[in-house]
């Protein structure tokens, strides 16, 4: 048998209180943590979810070999391609974690699932809008300049028989909110080169009264 002196007794058990404590702790986080991430990425999930937006990318390109990193030359057309990006929620919550996983984690992994039910974006897009640094085509800096751009839209994207529509940007939001679950907008202007010849464009998405932005990267100029 072990026998400890006083000041050795006093110190395991400290130690030993201090252990406890811990498993105390970190096993309930860790139960949690666990539980978060198998539901996040883990499996197939049941149920319907719909698409909450998160953010709008933007960026532009033309097909003058001259474009950087940093520059688009422009010498007939501009294109901007726009990706709205979403997180998927469940429509209803029976799990006390759904709500704070589908909030953080994007449920990609669950494309192709049986009863995986993607419904579309929650809301409705209401507009879009374009506008410059500088005048452009006789329109003020920060002025609306959509109507100078045609957006491409496909319809039966996922479909063999996949058609290309092009149609100006009230259009666009129309049949956004039709299909619900198309997140991609390619957008392009062959206006003839404005008088103001650089430009820094700024893409805004509005939806149920919140505003997303997507400011280019790169500065356009006119040849």
Same mark, same amino acid.
């Given at each position: 048998?072990?026998?400890?002196?006083?000041?050795?007794?006093?110190?395991?058990?400290?130690?030993?209180?201090?252990?406890?404590? %811990?498993?105390?702790?970190?096993?309930?986080?860790?139960?949690?943590?666990?539980?978060?991430?198998?539901?996040?990425?883990?499996? &197939?999930?049941?149920? *319907?979810?719909?698409?909450?937006?998160?953010?709008?990318?933007?960026?532009?390109?033309?097909?003058?070999?001259?474009?950087?990193?940093? *520059?688009?030359?422009?010498?007939?057309?501009?294109?901007?391609?726009?990706?709205?990006?979403?997180?998927?929620?469940?429509?209803? @919550?029976? @799990?006390?974690?759904?709500?704070?996983? @589908?909030?953080?984690?994007?449920?990609? &992994?669950?494309?192709? &699932?049986?009863?995986?039910?993607?419904?579309?974006?929650?809301?409705?897009?209401?507009?879009?809008?374009?506008?410059?640094? @500088?005048?452009? %085509?006789?329109?003020?800096?920060?002025?609306?300049?959509?109507?100078?751009?045609?957006?491409?839209?496909?319809?039966?994207?996922?479909?063999?028989?996949?058609?290309?529509?092009?149609?100006?940007?009230?259009?666009?939001?129309?049949?956004?909110?039709?299909?619900?679950?198309?997140?991609?907008?390619?957008?392009?202007?062959?206006?003839?080169?404005?008088?103001? %010849?650089?430009?820094?464009?700024?893409?805004?998405?509005?939806?149920?009264?919140?505003?997303?932005?997507?400011?280019?990267?790169?500065?356009?100029?006119?040849?």
């Amino acid at each position: 048998m072990l026998f400890l002196k006083p000041v050795q007794h006093k110190e395991f058990y400290k130690g030993l209180y201090k252990m406890i404590y %811990k498993k105390l702790i970190i096993l309930p986080a860790g139960f949690i943590l666990i539980h978060i991430f198998y539901i996040g990425c883990c499996g &197939c999930k049941e149920g *319907t979810f719909h698409r909450d937006i998160t953010a709008l990318r933007g960026y532009e390109l033309s097909h003058v070999g001259l474009n950087t990193r940093d *520059t688009v030359f422009v010498a007939d057309t501009l294109f901007a391609d726009l990706n709205i990006n979403y997180d998927y929620i469940v429509k209803n @919550n029976a @799990n006390p974690f759904s709500s704070l996983v @589908n909030k953080t984690y994007a449920l990609s &992994c669950n494309n192709g &699932c049986d009863n995986f039910i993607d419904s579309g974006f929650k809301y409705k897009f209401d507009s879009l809008t374009i506008t410059s640094n @500088n005048n452009f %085509k006789g329109i003020p800096a920060g002025q609306n300049i959509a109507s100078f751009f045609t957006a491409m839209y496909y319809n039966n994207i996922f479909a063999s028989n996949t058609t290309i529509q092009y149609i100006s940007i009230p259009q666009l939001i129309d049949s956004l909110n039709i299909d619900r679950r198309n997140s991609a907008i390619s957008l392009f202007t062959n206006t003839s080169a404005p008088t103001y %010849k650089n430009h820094h464009f700024k893409y805004t998405l509005f939806s149920d009264g919140k505003v997303y932005e997507a400011n280019s990267p790169r500065i356009v100029i006119w040849q």
